[in-house]
């Protein structure tokens, strides 16, 4: 009986340990990533690639940030942002983090994460959220989420000529 005892809290600290370990590996902002390195390589793959760059501002603390960065990993958000863009996630920490970067896009983060701010492969900004369009994501649904990315997407794509 002893033994049980000794072993309850073993077990109690274990499932502690493995529930944060599964939870850092789903975080979906790496706190110490190149970020200006990951721009340029990404804005060197959308022009081989001829399409836009798609970079989302966030943090690992913010709910918000975390179920944007779901709803755009499953059904057709993922599809359309694999059709669409070259994604660069970044973090911005305590609002302290990546601040050259946030600024040199037009500071989209202003009005809250995530934001989004959509480059041309030369490195132009072709749109951003500039009121936090984004700020309320986990109350946005799926459709929601993709309609806002189309939306983006249209106010700079040529329309198809009609038939």
Not at 56 to 68: H, S, T, V
Request: proline content about 5%; some cysteine; hydrophobic content about 50%.
């Amino acid at each position: 009986m002893k033994t049980l005892s000794l072993l309850k809290p073993l077990v109690v600290a274990l499932s502690l340990f493995l529930a944060l370990l599964a939870q850092a590996r789903e975080l979906p902002y790496n706190e110490s990533a190149d970020v200006k390195a990951e721009v340029a390589q990404a804005l060197a793959t959308a022009g081989a690639a001829h399409r836009p760059v798609l970079l989302i501002f966030g943090a690992n603390w913010c709910e918000d940030c975390r179920a944007l960065d779901a709803a755009l990993k499953k059904g057709r958000n993922a599809e359309l942002l694999a059709a669409e863009f070259t994604v660069v996630k970044i973090d911005v920490g305590n609002f302290d983090k990546n601040l050259d970067v946030v600024k040199r896009y037009g500071d989209p983060i202003a009005n809250g994460i995530p934001a989004a701010v959509i480059l041309s492969a030369d490195n132009h900004v072709l749109f951003a959220t500039r009121a936090g369009e984004l700020a309320d994501a986990r109350k946005m649904s799926d459709d929601g989420i993709e309609r806002f990315f189309k939306q983006a997407l249209a106010r700079f794509t040529p329309s198809s000529p009609a038939p």
